[in-house]
């Protein structure tokens, strides 16, 4: 869906062509204030949501919305398929249309929007990847137990100890890249979901020379509806880190 789209204050998304991809599934009841919130946030950002087949009727309301607010479009995909194959497909559909920045954002108000042109203008000021984090000074996640965000911490430092990354919070999924770097790493290979599929764009953006700011953000749990993670999910992202790590000594040492 094309549509004219607000002129931006100087702030925001001023002259290159961001698209923020929102993957769904079952979030109807999030949708909306999701979209308005975006285009309140960063009106010359372009929005692709890529639904799942999701029964709730998530793609039907994002159309509907889209009318209203212009430049949303809806990429219908016939089954449940991932957070990192949606995003695969969402940034293989923002470089063949010349998008300048690709962002990443869950569709479940845990990423708050207004810290969306913060993350751009670091892209614009030259970073190949800015992403919003919980664990610099000044991010925060306010509704977490103690146990769980123990647990997170966790797991980055063990990510970044491994890897050799030097990022704080490696497996948030509220992020810019600059197409240019997407471009280059090969994107299209990454297998992982959820935490592993953040982890390893991280980490090839860094392999390829690419730079990596993060920027403090507040996370909110969902309210509405149900959280797409599992202990899968996290399993499925130690055990790929540890191999990566391995890996990676093993290249060294062979060169």
Not at 33 to 41: D, P
Not at 57 to 77: H, K, N, P, Q, S
């Amino acid at each position: 869906m094309k549509g004219v789209t607000a002129a931006a204050t100087p702030l925001e998304c001023r002259t290159v062509r961001a698209l923020v991809v929102l993957p769904t599934y079952d979030e109807a009841a999030n949708i909306e204030e999701v979209l308005r919130r975006l285009r309140a946030a960063c009106p010359h950002a372009s929005v692709l949501v890529v639904d799942d087949a999701s029964p709730d009727g998530t793609a039907d309301l994002a159309e509907r919305i889209g009318e209203e607010l212009g430049e949303v479009e809806v990429m219908r995909r016939p089954a449940k398929s991932g957070l990192g194959s949606a995003y695969r497909d969402g940034f293989r559909h923002g470089l063949a249309h010349g998008f300048d920045i690709m962002v990443e954002m869950d569709s479940d108000l845990s990423h708050d929007p207004a810290a969306l042109p913060t993350l751009l203008e670091r892209v614009e000021q030259g970073a190949d990847l800015a992403i919003g984090s919980r664990y610099v000074p000044g991010g925060s996640i306010p509704d977490w137990s103690w146990h769980r965000r123990a647990l997170s911490k966790w797991g980055n430092r063990y990510a970044a100890g491994v890897l050799g990354i030097g990022v704080h919070d490696a497996t948030s999924g509220y992020r810019a890249y600059a197409a240019s770097s997407l471009a280059q790493i090969d994107f299209h290979t990454v297998r992982a979901d959820g935490y592993g599929f953040q982890i390893e764009m991280a980490h090839r953006v860094l392999q390829s020379g690419g730079s990596v700011e993060e920027v403090p953000i507040q996370f909110i749990d969902r309210v509405r509806g149900t959280s797409k993670m599992s202990g899968r999910i996290v399993v499925e992202a130690l055990v790929l880190v540890s191999w990566w790590g391995l890996r990676d000594r093993v290249l060294r040492f062979w060169r």
